[in-house]
């Protein structure tokens, strides 16, 4: 399994911006679709974003389409989530994950971080 780690995550106003990142610890990091899922406090953890191997193909959930943008650089080893006007309801604990295929189930990744908070002030 890759070693994941978050990073990027903090305390923002309503309407503002955060962007996370996530290091892996392999090279063949292209070889993995990479998606970022959240968890808040009494909910089930959901999907916001996958962004295929090659970062051609994305996907998103519907609450963040449009404000939120999945992105990588292979060579960095380095997956992105630029989240821009943020909501109360986006606070949650943000997780990146790498999978074999392109999914959008938290079944679909084998790999996962440790997370890291986003708290959005309303």
């Known amino acids: 399994q890759v070693q994941l780690v978050e990073s990027g995550g903090g305390l923002v106003q309503a309407g503002g911006s955060l962007r996370l990142s996530c290091a892996a610890s392999?090279?063949?990091?292209?070889?993995?679709?990479m998606g970022w899922f959240r968890q808040a406090p009494g909910k089930e953890r959901e999907f916001v974003a996958v962004?295929?191997?090659?970062?051609?193909?994305?996907s998103y959930a519907d609450s963040v389409k449009g404000r939120f943008t999945i992105a990588r650089d292979n060579t960095k080893r380095t997956v992105y989530l630029q989240m821009t006007s943020l909501k109360p309801e986006d606070t949650a604990v943000y997780y990146c994950?790498?999978?074999?295929?392109?999914?959008?189930?938290?079944?679909?990744?084998?790999?996962w971080g440790q997370g890291t908070q986003v708290t959005v002030s309303s």
């Open positions: 994950a790498a999978g074999l295929w392109f999914g959008i189930l938290p079944t679909d990744f084998g790999s």
């Open positions: 392999e090279r063949t990091i292209s070889t993995y679709a």
């Open positions: 962004i295929s191997k090659s970062g051609v193909t994305t």
